[in-house]
């Protein structure tokens, strides 16, 4: 969902500071911010090392199907 937020100047300049500290984009430091604010986990985002493929299917799986995965993992392991 898109929003308008009218922020001051020097908040604004502090996010993309910090945003950039970090090497994620404003929408992830927002995003992580207020999560934290109302009491939700956050929705990690990371990066993959791609490596290519000579298959023509591509599978696609979503940040809460990887940590379902992890978390079943963990399950099974007893950790």
């Known amino acids: 969902m898109r929003t308008t937020v009218d922020l001051p100047d020097e908040l604004m300049r ?4 910090r945003a950039a500290e970090r090497g994620e984009s404003l929408k992830d430091l927002f995003q992580r911010a207020l999560s934290q604010e109302i009491g939700q ?12 493929s000579t298959r023509a299917e ?9 940590d379902d995965i992890v978390a079943e993992e ?3 392991r007893g950790a």
């Not at 502090?14 to 500071?17: G, P, S, T």
């Not at 956050?42 to 090392?49: A, D, E, W």
């Not at 591509?58 to 990887?66: G, L, M, P």
């Open 58 to 66: 591509k599978v696609s799986f979503t940040n809460e199907d990887i």
């Open 14 to 17: 502090a996010a993309k500071a």
């Open 74 to 76: 963990f399950e099974r």
């Open 41 to 52: 986990r956050p929705r990690k985002r990371g990066s993959l090392p791609i490596v290519p």
